[in-house]
């Protein structure tokens, strides 16, 4: 048995179509979404991610806002720059690229976003409201993974879900989302802690592999027909490298790949959230 691919690039450039159009439309009532993204150092990593989503924004028509800031920069110059962001007319979002330089406080700069204008959904007002069942910003990434199961037909109502990993982008927001009651799965989230990884995962119709471990899912840890979505990336000298060993597709039922899976859905996301709160604003406005 050979997996079905999940494919990110070409569900992500259906998403283009729709914010192109959605955006064309809001071009035509005199609004232009803009994203900020504040880039703190010069990891090599970071800045290409950032340069992705900047280069995604032109093609659906969406404004940049470049903040990139020096390494050594103090927690006040950082805060100072955020609060430029929450008063810009012109930014209808924005993130700060994660993980931050070890002297910068990434919860204290987390808070002080602007809620309305947390492209992420990471602000513990969002993730607060989402808990709680209201109206949120939801994180892009747990937005992806559920988007791309849909989009396969992988069944999720009642199904096992394994999550790997309790990072706050991926691993501990994708339980509330696959948990609503519009999802319905049931979701078990695996950490360092947790003591025999492999049951954990064997007994999952869907893993959710978010650890950022190369190759820590292997195929005998799958069960038979399983989908996996590879959400981990680490830098080895053979280059990027995925959770999720290579021979876990002649196993699973679906997997994404990494990369070309969740990633470009990823940046979908997050343009999608700028597009929605612009189309809120647009509809208050008048
Ligand atoms: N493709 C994409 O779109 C995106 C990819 N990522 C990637 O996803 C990964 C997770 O991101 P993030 O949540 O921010 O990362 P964190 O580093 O915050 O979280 C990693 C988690 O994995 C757990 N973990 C590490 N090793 C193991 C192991 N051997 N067994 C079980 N659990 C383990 C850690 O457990 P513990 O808490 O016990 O230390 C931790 O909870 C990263 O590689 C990141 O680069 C992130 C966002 C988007
Ligand atoms: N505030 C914040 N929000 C984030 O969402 C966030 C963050 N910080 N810090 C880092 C992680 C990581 N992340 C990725 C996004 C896109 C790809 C992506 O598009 N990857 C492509 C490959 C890109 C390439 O080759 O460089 C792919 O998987 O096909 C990957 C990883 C978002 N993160
Ligand atoms: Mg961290």
Redesign the pocket.
């Known amino acids: 048995m050979t997996a079905t691919i999940l494919d990110?690039?070409a569900t992500r450039d259906e998403i283009f179509i729709d914010l192109k159009a959605r955006v064309d439309a809001l071009k035509a009532k005199g609004i232009t979404p803009g994203l900020g993204t504040v880039l703190v150092g010069d990891d090599p990593g970071?800045a290409?991610?950032v340069r992705?989503k900047h280069a995604d924004c032109a093609k659906v028509g969406i404004n940049s806002l470049r903040r990139d800031l020096p390494a050594d920069i103090s927690q006040a110059e950082l805060e100072a720059v955020i609060d430029e962001l929450n008063a810009n007319p012109e930014c209808t979002g924005y993130?700060?690229?994660?993980?931050l330089p070890k002297h910068l406080d990434e919860n204290a700069a987390l808070e002080r976003i602007d809620p309305d204008k947390d492209a992420?959904g990471?602000h513990p007002v969002n993730l607060g409201r989402l808990v709680l069942g209201k109206e949120a910003t939801l994180p892009?990434?747990p937005r992806g993974v559920v988007h791309l199961l849909r989009r396969y037909d992988v069944p999720i109502d009642g199904a096992r879900v394994t999550v790997v990993g309790r990072g706050v982008?991926i691993g501990r927001p994708i339980g509330l989302l696959l948990t609503r009651r519009s999802e319905n799965a049931t979701v078990t989230l695996c950490h360092t802690g947790t003591k025999d990884l492999a049951a954990e995962v064997r007994r999952a119709d869907i893993v959710v592999a978010a650890a950022g471990v190369a190759g820590l899912i292997t195929a005998d840890m799958v069960k038979p027909g399983a989908a996996v979505l590879d959400v981990g990336?680490s830098r080895t000298p053979d280059g990027?490298r995925g959770d999720v060993a290579d021979d876990v597709r002649e196993v699973a039922g679906f997997i994404s790949p990494?990369?070309?899976?969740?990633?470009?859905l990823?940046?979908a996301f997050?343009l999608s959230n700028v597009v929605e709160r612009a189309e809120q604003l647009a509809a208050e406005s008048v």
């Open positions: 990110g690039k970071s290409s991610y992705g993130i700060v690229q994660l993980p992420d990471l892009c990434t982008t990336v990027l990494n990369p070309g899976g969740v990633g470009p990823t940046r997050l």
